[in-house]
């Protein structure tokens, strides 16, 4: 553990809470895809599925129980609870488009060709575009509650963290995994123009929007 | 090249 991927942890951990609290508090998902939200339960569940066999220590396996129940809580408060304030209509991307050829992939790339290992390379990938339907939304929609942008700022920084991680393992232990840090980095680029629009608007006070 | 299946990240 380094502290640049321990700084990615908690940022991953602060946005999945921020949105669940956001949505839990204003009782409310106006703004939220719960397509990217499915999709980041996916993820989880196809990358975690090592969490009773594989045990690395009490951090990693709290920190992976925690992503699955709050990712899971997510979606059943957006798809359940506080459906009625659910945007369905902006909310339009097609999951199929991104589970397919990230399925596809997985088969053809990966590190071992096991059923465990391929799930987990389509985890990777899958976590790479899972955000596209929340960006998609907010540009029909051309603008995002703050609280979303805080949410989307944490999630993007989780990964570029990660980025600083994986260097920091090369140089240091020589360890590193092509395929993670590949899609790490195309999930990273994925936020550039949020990146920027969050910080010429967001900190400074002004509501995010995208010129329409 | 290292054991990639020392899956220690999250």
């Known amino acids: ?3 640049f ?3 990615g942890d908690l940022s991953h951990l602060l946005a999945i809470i921020i949105l669940l609290l956001k949505i839990w508090r204003t009782r409310s998902c106006a703004g939220v895809s719960g397509k990217s939200q499915i999709l980041f339960a996916l993820v989880f569940t196809t990358r975690y599925l090592d969490l009773f066999t594989n045990f690395i220590s009490m951090y990693n396996s709290a920190m992976k129980l925690i992503y699955l129940v709050c990712s899971y809580a997510t979606v059943f408060l957006m798809y359940f609870k506080f459906k009625a304030t659910y ?3 902006h909310d339009t991307f ?3 488009f991104l589970v397919v050829p990230v399925g596809g992939l997985a088969f053809l790339v990966n590190h071992d060709f096991t059923p465990l290992e391929i799930l987990w390379t389509f985890s990777i990938y899958l976590e790479a575009v899972a955000i596209l339907p929340q960006l998609f939304m907010i540009s ?3 603008e995002a509650e703050t609280i979303t942008s805080h949410y989307l700022f944490a999630l993007g920084s989780y990964r570029a963290l990660y980025i600083v991680n994986w260097v920091f393992r090369f140089y240091t232990e ?3 995994d092509l ?3 590949v899609a790490g980095c195309v999930q990273t680029i994925l936020y550039c123009d949020f990146f920027y629009l969050y910080i010429t608007k967001v900190l400074k006070g002004k509501q995010l929007t995208l010129p329409a | 090249t ?3 299946n020392r899956k220690d990240e999250l």
Do not use: C, P, Q
Request: net charge neutral; hydrophobic share 45%; proline share 0%.
């Open chain 1, 174 to 176: 020589g360890f590193f």
């Open chain 1, 179 to 181: 395929i993670a840090i």
């Open chain 1, 5 to 7: 991927r321990l700084l």
């Open chain 1, 140 to 142: 029909k929609t051309g």
């Open chain 1, 1 to 3: 553990m380094n502290i």
């Open chain 1, 94 to 96: 097609r999951m199929e």
């Open chain 2, 2 to 4: 290292l054991d990639y």
């Open chain 1, 87 to 89: 945007d369905s209509n």
